[in-house]
């Protein structure tokens, strides 16, 4: 198991990381070409209002619930705000995250303490089982759900799954573990332009996008 392990870790760590950061960069970059070469027909229309800042507006607006809908929907809203700021917190304010981003671009900050980091991590994994079963149980949004939903939903959940377990060396060897972490993040990586989890690109755009063209028109986004 050990050689085996071992095996698997050098690979995750040196051809699989390889491969999936060009799928990934490919991927994005594709993605981008995709939307922005469809363009934007122009506007003959003389514009009612002054659009500037109308795109800002509109990106801090649509990261609250709408009016209502929190108290409609509390697990949908709370949980996915409480499942992104772990999130964040896990990926780029733990050390090691810090070092690796280092060595591949330069780039650096101060990281979190280890316990509150892991504390996140933990938080974001119960916000994400809430979540799904939330999906499960609730009827409509059961029938609305697709495969690809399930799909990104495990996607997401191994990374934090792996790595916690990895961090506490919990139920096998943690070589085993480190592998298998990196490994589910190269899955992330490499399915992230290809699903819905593109909206991480794609989701403040959109609603600049959005929101300056409702303010050209003069209408509420």
Known sequence: MSSTAMDLLTWVRGPGFIIAVAIFLFGIALRLIEIYSLGRK??????????????GRT???????PEGMLKRSPITYIGGYIFHIGLFITVLLFEPHIELI?????L??????SPVVDAAAIISIIALIVVLANRITDPVKRFLSTFEDYLTW???????????LAYHHLFLNYTLLLALHILTVELLLVALPFTKLFHTFSLFAARWYN???SGRKGVAS
């Open 108 to 113: 650096s900050w101060p990281g979190l303490p």
């Open 42 to 55: 122009p506007d003959l229309a003389v514009a009612r209002t002054e659009s500037r800042g109308s795109g």
């Open 59 to 65: 990106i801090l607006g649509r990261s609250l619930p």
């Open 154 to 164: 495990t996607l997401t959940l191994l990374p934090l799954l792996t790595g916690y």
């Open 211 to 213: 929101g300056d063209i």
């Open 102 to 106: 280092r060595n591949l671009i330069g």
